[in-house]
């Protein structure tokens, strides 16, 4: 059973307007959580990493929450942009998982409309 | 551009071939991972190598060869491999001295399809 569980699987927003993406998981004991955005055909790309002891981090127009008790985390998108249109990845890393190994999310893909 | 550079980007083979992917990284990084990425689903390791030794191998078949010559470059070398191996392969590179929390930097990939 994945350990990292995103919603929504895909969302359609218009420009200009905000919406909020949420990772639920089950990883336990946590080390950090991390968000991705990865662009159709490409790398994805870092936008925050957060540890136990962070509830808010932000990058630009994106803030991503965390709550460690509840296991759940959010990113929010601020005056979404057409370049918002992404794949947004949700991983989570554990202290006992080994060193380098990572749990991905499904991703939910954000698409901006004109 | 990213800080870790992918060749070649594109790459079709027959399942009889011999390729080889390449990733180079000039970050100072000593950990660098091999990923790959079907569409619409999320990356999934494959390979881990830190300082140059290889850590993790998440059991992956014989027909995929890494190699880490020096602590920059990181080959993968394919061979005989399947229609069903077709896929965006990633490469990733961080730096263990800063620990768990140290930020994965991708590579945009080789789109490689088996024909």
């Known amino acids: 059973k994945n350990q990292v569980e995103q919603s929504p699987q895909s969302l359609i927003i218009l420009e200009g307007k905000n919406c909020t993406l949420q990772c639920n998981y089950t990883v336990s004991p946590f080390s950090n959580l991390r968000w991705y955005k990865q662009d159709t055909g490409r790398g994805p790309v870092s936008l925050t990493i957060?540890?136990?002891?962070?509830n808010t981090k932000s990058n630009g127009r994106y803030t991503a929450t965390l709550d460690a008790d509840t296991k759940q985390s959010s990113l929010h998108i601020t005056a979404s942009q057409l370049s918002d249109s992404a794949s947004y990845i949700c991983v989570v890393s554990g202290t006992t998982d080994s060193w380098g190994k990572l749990q991905f999310g499904a991703g939910t893909q954000v698409v901006v409309t004109p | 551009d990213t800080e870790v550079t992918q060749t070649p980007k594109h790459l079709v083979m027959g399942m009889t071939n011999k390729k080889s992917l390449k990733c180079e990284q000039h970050?100072?990084?000593?950990?660098m991972y091999w990923y790959k990425q079907k569409a619409k689903k999320p990356p999934e390791l494959m390979f881990v190598y830190s300082y140059e030794k290889l850590s993790i191998n998440e059991s992956v078949p014989s027909r995929f060869s890494p190699e880490c010559p020096n602590s920059s470059l990181l080959n993968l070398h394919l061979h005989a491999l399947q229609p069903e191996d077709s896929a965006l392969y990633l490469c990733?590179?961080?730096?263990?001295?800063?620990?768990?929390?140290?930020?994965?930097?991708f590579g945009n990939g080789t789109r490689l399809t088996v024909t």
């Open positions: 957060m540890t136990f002891s962070e």
């Open positions: 990733a590179s961080s730096n263990p001295r800063t620990g768990r929390n140290s930020p994965l930097h």
């Open positions: 970050m100072g990084h000593r950990a």
